[in-house]
């Protein structure tokens, strides 16, 4: 082993592709997270950021005229207005930003947002400071 040990340790949390190709991140407990954040919270935070890019990949009127209406002005007006599912984008971010203050970098983890990784992974940075989960 290395003399000089990183500060942090990267966990990642892996795609799950049993329901399809949608968006969908695993909920299996990370043993890295033991004493830092209780399953729980750790889980309920991943079920509400599928949730979301459920809802933004699910099909409904909205999504269907915002095709159309892309379509009809040549995808010109995508230039200028934010699609649906770029505004789910923009809300998971809030989502993890204000996880991250609330709960998690008290703890010393903090939470990636998945659109910086392609959404491919949702990356945990774990601070190897010890802090006592509350």
């Known amino acids: 082993m290395d003399a000089q040990q990183s500060p942090h340790t990267k966990v990642f949390i892996q795609r799950d592709f049993a329901d399809g190709i949608a968006v969908k991140f695993q909920t299996r407990y990370p043993p890295e997270l033991e004493g830092r954040v209780d399953r729980a919270t750790y889980e309920r935070t991943i079920n509400n950021i599928n ?7 699910a099909l409904s009127t909205r999504t269907c005229c915002e095709s159309c209406f892309a379509c009809l002005t040549a995808y010109i007006a995508l230039m200028c207005i934010d699609t649906y599912y770029e505004k789910t984008l923009k ?8 996880q991250n203050q609330t709960i998690y970098m008290s703890r010393g983890v903090m939470l990636i947002d998945p659109a910086e990784r392609g959404l491919r992974i949702l990356e945990i940075d774990i601070s190897s400071i010890d802090t006592p989960q509350r």
């Open 51 to 57: 949730g979301m890019f459920a809802e933004a990949e």
């Open 91 to 98: 809300k998971v971010r809030r989502y993890l930003e204000e």
